[in-house]
């Protein structure tokens, strides 16, 4: 008789599993909401800017070189010219943020100096 008894407690064993997975689903929703959905909306958002960069932008690089875009190649290089004469090649990925849309380097550092 005692043995009927647990298998007859075990029967109703499919709430419980249910309901200990539960947790688990919540945890994974919030991950995702909270961490997983703002990163990928943060990816797009560069990789569309990478995209938009053109001749004459003011961009400022990962490691925090600011330059002129001179030149967009094919192949993912953009020609930067960080002071009169001095350019250098740097990757798409690379550049961290645009700064300004065409326009002039030294005119940027005279605004930073008023503002400043």
């Known amino acids: 008789m005692l043995i009927s008894e647990a298998y007859a407690q075990a029967g109703g064993g499919t709430t419980d599993m249910l309901t200990s997975l539960l947790p688990l689903v919540l945890i994974f929703v919030v991950f995702y909401f909270l961490l997983i ?4 909306k ?12 053109r001749r004459g932008d ?3 690089t990962a ?3 600011i330059g002129k875009v001179i030149k967009v190649q094919e192949d993912g290089v953009v020609q930067v010219e960080i002071a009169e004469g001095v350019k250098v090649k740097v990757l798409k990925g690379t550049i961290g943020e645009v700064r300004a849309k065409g326009g002039d380097i030294d005119d940027e550092d005279k605004a930073e ?3 400043g």
């Open 113 to 115: 100096a008023k503002a």
């Open 63 to 65: 490691g925090g070189i």
């Open 58 to 60: 003011i961009v400022t």
């Open 37 to 40: 959905r703002p990163q990928q």
């Open 42 to 53: 943060k990816m797009k958002e560069h990789k569309a800017m990478i995209e938009a960069v």
